[in-house]
């Protein structure tokens, strides 16, 4: 499975971004799509996950504030981020977890959001 990320950038705090992750085959293949963040000096964490059924789950720091979603007719993951903090910059990658005989997990390339205060 190959990602495509995109949609990061430079946003004033309190504001919005989308992001998008187009993954190569067909979402319902894949068991788990997740977004990820890594901020500086900081380990990366789990943002949000969607699975092929639809079930979503977030950090409790961005509950509320941001929304995962799919579009299954292209592919694509979104995560729509509202109310943007400065300690939301972070590094964001995409996740996508295929189970059949075995785990298998691809990342896709990272995207770089930055929240100005």
């Known amino acids: 499975v190959q990602l495509q990320a995109s949609g990061g950038g430079l946003v004033q705090a309190g504001g919005s971004l989308r992001l998008s992750c187009t993954a190569s085959r067909n979402l319902f293949s894949i068991n788990t799509m997740a977004w990820y963040r890594q901020a500086p000096g900081k380990q990366r964490e789990l943002v949000a996950a969607i699975t092929s059924g639809g079930t979503t789950s977030y950090a409790s720091s961005v509950k509320g504030r941001f929304t995962i979603s799919r579009d299954n007719a292209k592919n694509t993951v979104y995560l729509q981020m509202n109310s943007l903090k400065p300690e939301d910059t972070a590094v964001f990658s995409c996740?996508?977890?295929?189970?059949?005989?075995?785990?298998?997990?691809?990342w896709g390339q990272g995207t770089l959001v930055t929240v100005s205060s």
């Open positions: 996740k996508a977890v295929v189970i059949d005989e075995l785990a298998r997990i691809y």
